[in-house]
């Protein structure tokens, strides 16, 4: 899992915002958001609030990094991570067929279970 820095840092270049245009939204110096990338302190949840809202991203973002992240952080299978992936820009009626068929099979794998016992 990347760090709250890291995190912050990824949001922050996304926007395609500087550290200085960030300060200057919040009203605080640049060299605190340097410190807070370097992961030298951690800001207040009222500052990590505000940073949230000025870059237009989920608070948890900072704490557990992108959705890519967390889906890394449990899916060890890197083959099943890569194919989730490339299911996400399918058509809704696609990752539904892809969603149903995974369900076919874990309802039939958990039927063989309880049925060997």
């Known amino acids: 899992m990347s760090s709250f820095g890291d995190n912050l840092k990824e949001a922050r270049t996304e926007k395609v915002v500087s550290q200085g245009q960030l300060a200057d939204m919040m009203g605080i ?8 990338e370097r992961n ?3 800001p207040s949840i ?16 900072f704490v557990y990094g992108s959705q890519e992240e967390k889906a890394k952080g449990k899916i060890q299978d890197a083959e099943l991570l890569t194919m ?6 399918l058509s809704e009626e ?10 076919a099979f874990i309802f ?3 039927l063989q279970k309880q049925l060997s016992l």
Request: hydrophobic fraction near 35%; avoid cysteine; charge should be positive.
């Open 84 to 89: 989730f992936t490339k299911a996400q820009p």
């Open 94 to 103: 696609d990752r539904q067929s892809i969603k149903a068929m995974l369900k």
């Open 29 to 36: 110096h640049p060299i605190h958001i340097s410190r807070y």
């Open 40 to 42: 030298q302190t951690v």
């Open 108 to 110: 039939q794998r958990d």
């Open 46 to 61: 009222d500052v990590l609030k505000k940073m949230a809202d000025l870059l237009e991203v989920s608070t948890d973002i």
